[in-house]
């Protein structure tokens, strides 16, 4: 008889047992996606994620290479198709392009590993007047992306689990909308983590080429000579006749009076021994 009673009363506290575990899950549902880690800004926080920030000299440096080049050449369009090639042939591409009658610009993306093999090469197409090259350091921003999408994935994946959990369309609808932004989210960062790896990977040259006037070849021979003879005399008289043309005007006013004086004393000294 005690061992029947017994019996009844286990099997009433298990029935007890499951409904309180039931009625509790919708509960967990939504506490479970208040707790999530919240969203700051573009990314959330990092909280106990396992990526973590490396200390300094734990990574290679990840650089930004970039360089501008300034040429003069006879030829303004010969000089953007070679570069055009030169790039194509390092594994490179052009870009943005812009010329006039005396001047041109292009610009070029080539790997970061080549980058001083192609400016020696485009060097050589013209004078060179100006060489730069410059490195900017985004091991820290790149370290950061990947740290924040490491964490952004975790999240993304709890909320997928607990969409796959949701029993009511209250809950399957929040769930749903915070499962969005992540997503949301997680796009933006590996948009930003492949913009990073572009900058890295290619460098960026500048090229701004201006047209030299080629000087004219001398000529040589008898004829040459009589040429720049005949021009030096030309020359000469042209500047005598412009001193003469300047001085004429003093001539008139200062010789008139200037003769009259003496063509008077010359009669005055010839009249007194006449006398």
Same mark, same amino acid.
């Given at each position: 008889?005690?061992?029947?009673?017994?019996?009844?009363?286990?099997?009433? +506290? %298990?029935?007890?047992?499951?409904?309180?575990?039931?009625?509790?899950?919708?509960?967990?549902?939504?506490?479970?996606?208040?707790?999530?880690? !919240?969203?700051?800004?573009?990314?959330?926080?990092?909280?106990?994620?396992?990526?973590?920030?490396?200390?300094?000299? +734990?990574?290679?440096?990840?650089? +930004?290479? $970039?360089?501008?080049?300034?040429?003069?050449?006879?030829?303004?369009?010969?000089?953007? $198709?070679?570069?055009?090639?030169?790039?194509?042939?390092?594994?490179?591409?052009?870009?943005?392009?812009?010329?006039?009658?005396?001047?041109? &610009?292009?610009?070029?993306?080539?790997?970061?590993?080549?980058?001083?093999?192609?400016?020696?090469?485009?060097?050589?197409?013209?004078?060179?007047?100006?060489?730069?090259?410059?490195? !900017?350091?985004?091991?820290?921003?790149?370290?950061?992306?990947?740290?924040?999408?490491?964490?952004?994935?975790?999240?993304?994946?709890?909320?997928?689990? %607990?969409?796959?959990?949701?029993? &009511?369309?209250?809950?399957?609808? $929040?769930?749903? &909308?915070?499962?969005?932004?992540?997503?949301?989210?997680?796009?933006?960062?590996?948009?930003? !983590?492949? $913009?990073?790896?572009?900058?890295?990977?290619?460098?960026?040259?500048?090229?701004?080429?201006?047209? !030299?006037?080629?000087?004219?070849?001398?000529?040589?021979?008898?004829?040459?000579?009589?040429?720049?003879?005949?021009?030096? /005399?030309?020359?000469?008289?042209?500047?005598?006749?412009?001193?003469?043309?300047?001085?004429?005007? /003093?001539?008139?006013?200062?010789?008139?009076?200037?003769?009259?004086? /003496?063509?008077?004393?010359?009669?005055?000294?010839?009249?007194?021994?006449?006398?």
């Amino acid at each position: 008889m005690r061992t029947r009673w017994r019996c009844v009363l286990a099997g009433a +506290a %298990l029935v007890l047992l499951a409904g309180c575990s039931g009625g509790t899950s919708a509960d967990s549902a939504r506490s479970a996606v208040a707790s999530a880690p !919240q969203q700051e800004g573009a990314a959330p926080k990092q909280g106990n994620a396992q990526a973590s920030v490396p200390a300094p000299g +734990a990574t290679d440096r990840k650089l +930004a290479r $970039s360089a501008r080049l300034e040429l003069t050449t006879p030829k303004t369009d010969d000089v953007l $198709s070679r570069a055009k090639a030169i790039a194509t042939g390092a594994g490179g591409y052009p870009g943005q392009e812009s010329a006039t009658d005396d001047s041109a &610009s292009l610009t070029l993306a080539v790997p970061a590993e080549k980058l001083d093999g192609v400016l020696d090469q485009l060097s050589g197409l013209g004078q060179v007047k100006r060489r730069e090259i410059s490195a !900017q350091d985004v091991t820290a921003q790149v370290v950061d992306v990947d740290a924040r999408l490491a964490t952004q994935r975790a999240s993304v994946d709890r909320m997928r689990a %607990l969409l796959a959990k949701a029993q &009511s369309v209250s809950e399957i609808a $929040s769930v749903e &909308s915070e499962l969005t932004s992540r997503q949301a989210t997680l796009e933006s960062l590996e948009r930003q !983590q492949a $913009s990073l790896a572009g900058q890295v990977a290619m460098a960026t040259v500048s090229l701004s080429v201006t047209k !030299q006037e080629a000087p004219a070849a001398p000529a040589g021979g008898f004829f040459s000579g009589l040429s720049g003879g005949w021009d030096a /005399f030309v020359a000469f008289c042209n500047g005598l006749v412009r001193v003469l043309g300047a001085a004429l005007p /003093f001539l008139i006013a200062f010789g008139i009076p200037a003769g009259a004086v /003496f063509w008077w004393f010359r009669r005055r000294h010839r009249a007194k021994p006449a006398e």
